[in-house]
C-alpha cells in the first residue's frame, strides 16, 4: 500500500531497484497504456514486491512524469546540440531537416510512451507543466535559429517559432504515431520544404 515516505536511495543496490522500477514502468505504460498499467504491474515486470514499489514511488504518476522529464531532458540536450553547431546561417533547409530527423527519431524512439503522456497531459498538470516548459524552450531554440538566419531582430522570430514548431509537432505526431498516409521519404521531404517557405521571409 502506499505510504507517505517515499525512498530515496543512497546505495547501489536501491538505485539499481528505482532504475529497474522505472524502466518497468516505461515498458507497462508503452505495451499496455495508462489504464492498465498499476503499481503492481509494474512491480512485477521489475521482478520485485509491490510494497517495494511505494518504497520508490508515489504512485504510478510519479513514475510518468518522472518519465517525461527523462526524455524532455534528452530534447533539451539535442536540441541545443542543433543550435550550437549552426555554422551556416543561411543553410536553413539542411538546419530543418536536422529539426524534423530529431523530432521523428524521439517519437518514433517508444510511440506507446509517447501516446500515453499525450493522453494523460490533460489530466495530469505536473506531466503539462514539464511539457509546457519543453514547448517554451523549443520556441525559444527555434526564434535563436530564426534570427541566426536572417541576422536581424526585425520581424517577430518569437511568433514564427511558435508556428514553425507547431508544424513540425502536429505533423510528426500524425504521421508516426496515427496513420501515415504517405511514406517517411515523401513527409520528411514535404515537411522541411513547407518549413522553409515558412522561415524564408525571416531572412534578409
Known sequence: MPTNEVRVPQ???ARRTRASLL???RAEFSRHGYAKTTARSIAKQAGVATGTFYQYF??????????????????RDR?????????????????????????????????GLHAVLTERRAHDAALDALQLDSE??????????????????????????????????????????GHAMVDDDRFHAALVDALVRVATPMIA
Do not use: Y
Not at 508515489?58 to 534528452?74: G, I, N
Open 58 to 75: 508515489a504512485d504510478k504518476d510519479a513514475t510518468l512524469t518522472e518519465l517525461l522529464d527523462v526524455r524532455l531532458q534528452q530534447v
Open 23 to 25: 524502466e518497468a514502468a
Open 136 to 177: 517554451k524552450l523549443m520556441v525559444a531554440q527555434v526564434a535563436t535559429l530564426l534570427r541566426l538566419w536572417s541576422g536581424s531582430d526585425a520581424r517577430d522570430h518569437e511568433a514564427t517559432a511558435v508556428v514553425v514548431v507547431g508544424m513540425i509537432e502536429g505533423s510528426v505526431h500524425a504521421h508516426v504515431l
Open 11 to 13: 546505495q547501489d543496490r
Open 79 to 111: 536540441i541545443m546540440g542543433l543550435v550550437a553547431k549552426v555554422e551556416a546561417p543561411h543553410d536553413v533547409a539542411a538546419q530543418l531537416n536536422d529539426v524534423v530527423s530529431m523530432v521523428i527519431e524521439l517519437h518514433r524512439d517508444d510511440p
